[in-house]
């Protein structure tokens, strides 16, 4: 994924309703932080279904996180829906 693919959500108002049990959707605001790369996440506040950004290891700095991947990732994942 391109990081002109990622979109930076910032305002729960953004973020589609749960796509399962239609409840609404909150994150964390990239609140999590793991050797200084912050990491996304989003869930539902009614079924508390929750995505959040994979951790992508360095291969050439080992222990790290890749600083390449494109955080937020979760957040898109959580507002696409199959086209029927």
């Not at 749960?18 to 790369?37: K, Q």
């Not at 508390?48 to 992508?56: A, G, K």
Request: proline residues 6%; negative net charge; hydrophobic residues 30%.
């Amino acid at each position: 994924m391109a990081d002109e693919d990622v979109i930076a959500l910032t305002e729960r108002e953004e973020l589609k309703p749960c796509p399962f049990c239609g409840g609404v959707a909150e994150h964390n605001g990239g609140g999590g932080s793991v050797y200084g790369r912050f990491w996304w996440s989003v869930w539902c506040s009614n079924c508390e279904v929750q995505l959040s950004d994979r951790e992508v290891w360095s291969k050439t700095n080992h222990g790290m996180l890749d600083p390449g991947y494109p955080p937020k990732e979760c957040l898109n994942r959580w507002n696409r829906r199959a086209e029927g």
